[in-house]
């Protein structure tokens, strides 16, 4: 009886966290787009030489299209130009983490720790959603240049990156398993495993 109250207490407060963090709040959108494409222009331009990739907002949204990257073919001397979402690829897996913990029923002291590490791996789980889109431009103007089958390659890479770097599957898949890690106790998840074996 405990159990399936505190079974039913953690799905509560993540529901409720969740609806809370996702609900469309004025302004909140365009404040987390405008910090993604900081943080996304800043790391990128770390890891790379200047003026080779590029993260701007569109002139224009449409879809669901919030954020576009253009990445510098030199070879081709062209810049190619991506589409992407921030709140699938970026927003959405730290809502479901900072959820997942915060309606853990563990000590708030641990819930903080947990929040912070876990913050800081899901981040770089969207670093490297984002490599997978820069390296995909490039991938996709190797396929050009060397003369590929552009239908069958196009296809098969196209939903590749989607599943990988913005399909919002491993925007759960990814902060559940980092969940895991982070924030449930290693007995807790020992007695798990061995009720399960039995």
């Known amino acids: 009886m ?7 207490g953690f799905v509560l407060w993540f529901l409720l966290v969740y609806g809370l963090l996702m609900a469309p709040w004025p302004g ?33 949204v449409e879809g669901e299209v919030d954020t576009v990257v253009l990445v510098r073919y030199r070879e ?12 699938q690829g970026a927003y959405l897996p730290t809502v479901v983490l900072a959820s997942l913990i915060l309606a853990t029923p563990v000590p708030w002291s641990r819930r903080g720790v947990s929040l912070l590490l876990g913050l800081v791996l899901v981040h ?27 239908s069958l390659w196009t296809k098969v890479f196209v939903a590749g990156v ?30 798990i495993l061995s009720e399960r074996r039995r």
Do not use: C, H
């Not at 081709?76 to 709140?87: E, H, K, M, P, Y």
């Not at 390296?135 to 060397?146: K, Q, R």
């Open 162 to 191: 989607k599943f990988a770097a913005t399909g919002q599957g491993l925007g759960y898949i990814v902060p559940i398993i980092i969940w895991v890690l982070v924030a449930i106790p290693r007995e807790q998840l020992n007695r």
């Open 28 to 60: 909140l959108q365009n404040a987390y787009r405008a910090a993604y494409l900081d943080a996304g222009q800043f790391v990128f331009q770390t890891l790379t030489s200047p003026d080779t990739i590029r993260f701007k907002a569109p002139d224009v």
């Open 124 to 150: 770089l789980f969207i670093v490297v959603r984002l490599t997978i889109v820069v390296l995909s431009a490039y991938f996709f103007m190797w396929g050009l240049n060397t003369g590929a089958d552009a």
């Open 76 to 87: 081709a001397g062209v810049w190619i130009t991506l589409g992407i979402n921030s709140r």
């Open 2 to 8: 405990l159990r399936n109250k505190a079974i039913a």
